[in-house]
């Protein structure tokens, strides 16, 4: 453990730099060749509009439920939430608990009624029972701004994780990492559709899995499988004490900042059920129960990933050096790497470089599969709610509708590569908070409605989407993600006229309020046929597609 | 715009999906599915903010050492992952006992009626 002032600080472009950077780019060479294989091998068998949306909804709850797993585990939830607990000990961990207890509102609510009602996006459950068109306006369009944002911050993840793994300190190298990325995503969706990007998928969750369970199994063998010891240590070696295992060292600093916490965990907890790429997963498999048995596996895959964080996070914490992981970070993205390293035998050794470039690839896979899935979300609502059921009423056929959508994704492709290479320096974690708080404001208080209160009108769904939309959206433009702080958006502006960075607190009640308000105060008289044969299908599987 | 979208092919008239609603037999399933659900939800939904509010507001609490480095704080957190595992199951084995059955009766006959 003879580590120099220099080497803390950039502990990975120091020593052997360009041997690990050779091997993680064998390794992520790889996957990117293995993964573009499945994908022109799931291309020769996609034909139709079922294929390319829902993968032909033929697979399996366990497939699906790993799929979905991939799709959901993004790279801020790998190297964030690691970071997190490494830093803040107790505080990084509340957010894996949210994110997980998240699954039972999709588990109970959602998942089945979509999966029986709908056919390829969510949009088709929204306008289900009410007038088609400005509903499923609002739908594509809710969909494609949560996307987008979620998108940009896979975007903008990409590019710092390049600069922390590989060391690349151009903006050139940057760029061009940032388009890679893009056009890699372009591929698997265009060539693959939702088959494609199954598969993709379903790989990076199985690396992932694989992965933390390695690094997990050595932490574990230090500490001789003692959780209390590994906690000890920790807290020890982070110079907190046992403050370190106690609520308070991230959120607990002010008043706000409680409410704040209070305000993201709302929105955790109810933003994945709206979520647009997670939602149209439910469609691959052929039944409600295949949906049900879809996010009963997500739950243990999922659960059982958050769980291994801990081992992670307070690995990081108790077994690196004090300061390594904010000289290299200050976020405390590469703590999981860092940990990596030193446990294959620490900075300069072999061990280190391998298991170093396998956390890397890992990591590129997890943004490459994430970043899929959100396209395809994004490029089918275009194609199927927006260009095929609004611009062309319904009159578009099957080939000029998946026309539409593949230049749909060559569009959102080139706009995230674009506005990725802007956003290089955006605060990444108020982009995904954005994404759920927005998910849970605009998408799930109209999906629920939906679905089950029978008086719910166009009006009350129009309020509630858009409603949700613009205050969730306007919260956070005039929150100090964006001004007043240093680590705001622009530092240097003074906008910030609401205290809270995360909008949900305020935008998610007002989303299910104006929903009720809407449908109250609307002269149309709820469509109650309509009502009928939606409860009866979504309930009992009825014609389901 | 009357038409309600197609069931199998081969179907002519689509069900008559109010009589059906209206039926003892789909009130049984709604309500079977309801009666689990809502609560369900709301006691999770409850359960995990009281966590999020005692992490916020009781930290006194939440530092008490139950074993070894072990606190409340991480005792409830892993809590919070057991009843989840443990409501997803519930649930597919209410699912699988109440909602199965009752679901694929009414909807074979609907498919299978014409």
């Not at chain 1, 829902?54 to 399996?60: D, E, K, Y």
């Not at chain 1, 439910?282 to 039944?287: C, L, Q």
């Not at chain 1, 089950?452 to 719910?456: E, I």
């Not at chain 1, 702080?485 to 995360?502: C, D, I, R, V």
């Given at each position: 453990m003879n580590l120099s002032p220099d080497v803390l600080a950039l502990p990975l472009a120091a020593g052997g730099a360009s041997e690990h950077r050779g091997l993680i780019v064998t390794l992520f060479a790889a996957f990117v060749a293995a993964t573009l294989g499945l994908t022109v091998w799931a291309g020769r068998q996609t034909s139709g509009a079922e294929d390319f949306y829902?993968?032909?909804?033929?697979?399996?709850g366990f497939q699906n439920g790993l799929a979905i797993s991939g799709d959901y585990m993004s790279a801020a939830s790998f190297l964030g939430i690691a970071g997190a607990i490494a830093l803040f000990g107790y505080d990084g961990f509340l957010y894996s608990i949210g994110f997980l207890v998240a699954w039972l509102v999709a588990l109970l609510l959602v998942a089945e009624p979509l999966r029986n009602s709908g056919r390829f996006t969510m949009g088709d459950v929204l306008a289900y029972r009410m007038r088609r068109r400005p509903v499923r306006t609002a739908a594509g369009v809710s969909t494609i701004v949560v996307s987008i944002f979620y998108l940009l911050a896979q975007m903008a993840g990409a590019g710092a994780l390049v600069t922390l793994l590989l060391g690349i300190t151009s903006e050139a190298g940057k760029i061009l990492v940032v388009v890679l990325v893009g056009v890699m995503m372009i591929l698997y969706v265009t060539i693959g559709g939702m088959k494609g990007t199954t598969w993709v998928q379903m790989v990076k969750a199985v690396l992932l899995i694989a992965g933390t369970l390695l690094i997990t199994f050595l932490v574990a063998l230090k500490f001789h499988f003692n959780v209390s010891a590994l906690l000890g240590a920790a807290a020890e070696n982070s110079g907190k004490g046992s403050a370190f295992l106690e609520p308070g060292l991230k959120y607990g600093a002010t008043a706000t900042s409680k409410i704040d916490f209070i305000s993201l965990g709302l929105a955790l907890v109810l933003g994945t059920a709206g979520l647009p790429h997670i939602l149209i997963r439910?469609?691959?498999?052929?039944?409600a129960k295949a949906a049900r048995k879809s996010v009963n596996w997500a739950i243990g895959i999922i659960g059982g990933f958050y769980l291994m964080t801990i081992a992670l996070g307070f690995g990081a914490a108790a077994l690196l050096k004090p300061g390594a992981i904010t000289a290299s970070n200050k976020a405390g993205n590469t703590a999981a790497a860092l940990l990596a390293e030193q446990l294959g035998g620490g900075p300069g050794s072999t061990g280190g470089a391998v298991l170093l470039a396998v956390i890397s690839a890992v990591a590129f896979a997890t943004i490459l599969a994430v970043v899929a899935g959100l396209t395809l979300a994004s490029s089918s609502s275009f194609a199927h709610d927006l260009y095929a059921n609004v611009l062309r009423k319904g009159r578009a056929t099957e080939k000029e509708e998946l026309g539409a959508a593949r230049w749909a994704t060559v569009g959102i492709g080139g706009a995230a590569i674009v506005l990725g290479v802007f956003a290089r320096g955006l605060n990444v974690a108020g982009l995904v908070a954005l994404a759920f708080a927005v998910a849970a404001s605009a998408n799930l208080p109209t999906l629920l409605y939906s679905l089950?209160?029978?008086?719910?009108t166009t009006r009350g769904a129009l309020w509630s989407i858009y409603g949700g939309l613009a205050s969730s959206v306007l919260l956070v433009l005039f929150s100090p993600v964006v001004s007043g702080?240093?680590?705001?958006?622009?530092?240097?502006?003074?906008?910030?006229?609401?205290?809270?960075?995360?909008p949900g607190l305020i935008s998610i009640p007002l989303g299910f309020l104006l929903g009720w308000l809407g449908s109250v105060l609307s002269a149309e008289e709820p469509d109650a046929a309509k009502y009928a044969e939606l409860e009866v299908r979504s309930l009992t599987g009825t014609g389901a597609h | 715009m009357s038409a309600a979208p197609t069931l199998d092919p081969g179907t002519h008239e689509p069900p008559d999906y109010a009589l059906v609603q209206s039926s003892a037999e789909f009130g049984e399933l709604r309500r079977a599915h309801r009666s689990f659900a809502f609560p369900v939800t709301v006691a999770f939904l409850a359960w995990y903010l009281g966590y999020v509010l005692l992490s916020s507001y009781a930290g006194g609490f939440m530092a008490t050492k139950v074993l070894g480095h072990l606190n409340v704080a991480f005792v409830l957190g892993l809590a919070q992952f057991a009843t989840t595992f443990l409501i997803a199951w519930w649930y597919s084995r209410h699912a699988a006992a109440r909602l199965d059955p009752r679901a694929e009766a009414i909807k074979s006959r609907l498919e299978g009626d014409v």
């Open positions: 829902a993968g032909g909804r033929q697979f399996s439910f469609y691959t498999v052929p039944t089950f209160w029978k008086r719910f702080k240093e680590t705001s958006m622009f530092p240097g502006a003074h906008f910030a006229f609401f205290p809270l960075e995360n | -």
